[in-house]
């Protein structure tokens, strides 16, 4: 006779959303306990760095973000400066 394989609940972990996770998200979250489970501040440690790190990637691509419209402000800029200039040659 054939077994079906033991399927695991799914976890009780929201999808995704269509807003980026939040570094406030991440310290906030609260996990169930069970029975034998991790520990509890270890777990509270985890998400505090996880959620430093998040917020310093999303300060760093913000950054990025800004100097990426600098750029091509300046890239346009550059542009029309070179088509005028070349125009009326």
């Known amino acids: 006779m054939l077994r ?4 695991r609940p799914e976890p009780a972990i929201p999808p995704p959303g269509p807003f980026p996770l939040r570094p406030a998200q991440v310290r906030e979250r609260c996990l169930n306990v ?3 489970g991790l520990d509890p501040a270890e777990i509270r440690a985890f998400l505090h760095r996880v959620a430093d790190e998040l917020a310093a990637a999303q300060v760093a691509v913000a950054v990025a973000q800004e100097e ?6 300046a890239l ?3 542009q029309s400066a070179q088509s005028a ?4 040659r």
């Open 4 to 7: 079906r394989p033991a399927t």
């Open 34 to 36: 069970r029975r034998h």
């Open 68 to 73: 990426n419209v600098r750029i091509k402000d």
């Open 76 to 78: 346009r800029a550059w």
């Open 85 to 88: 200039r070349n125009r009326y």
